[in-house]
């Protein structure tokens, strides 16, 4: 199965950039559709966005899209989110997550039909 490390997380100041990665390994990247999501603490995981298996579809969330891409290398076996214009509310830990078994399916919005899951990697920013 596959397992799924995040970075690129830190501390920046609103109206700033990052980019966070997330490296897979044990298993056929190019076969999981993927998705990043970020939780707060007392808070659900809020869905940021998906990619495709090939990289050629994505889905955001309505309250993100134009702020952050999602891209993917599978060929380097890693997941991207860049992160632009960041606001003190983007705080949160942020997870990378994987799933295989979605026939039909190209992009997967809800945290509930995720199968892999990272660690997690914080962002904090300050205002």
């Known amino acids: 199965q596959v397992q799924l490390v995040e970075s690129g997380g830190g501390l920046v100041q609103t109206g700033g950039s990052l980019r966070l990665s997330c490296a897979a390994s044990?298993?056929?990247?190019?076969?999981?559709?993927m998705g990043w999501f970020r939780q707060t603490p007392g808070k659900g995981r809020e869905f940021i966005a998906s990619i495709s298996r090939g990289g050629d579809t994505t889905s955001y969330a309505d309250s993100l899209k134009g702020r952050f891409t999602v891209s993917r290398d599978n060929a380097e076996n890693t997941m991207y989110l860049q992160m632009n214009s960041l606001k003190p509310d983007d705080t949160a830990v942020y997870y990378c997550a994987a799933t295989i078994n979605r026939p039909g399916r190209v992009v997967v919005t809800s945290d509930p039909e995720y199968d892999y899951w990272g660690q997690g990697t914080r962002v904090t920013v300050s205002s």
């Open positions: 044990r298993g056929v990247f190019s076969n999981y559709i």
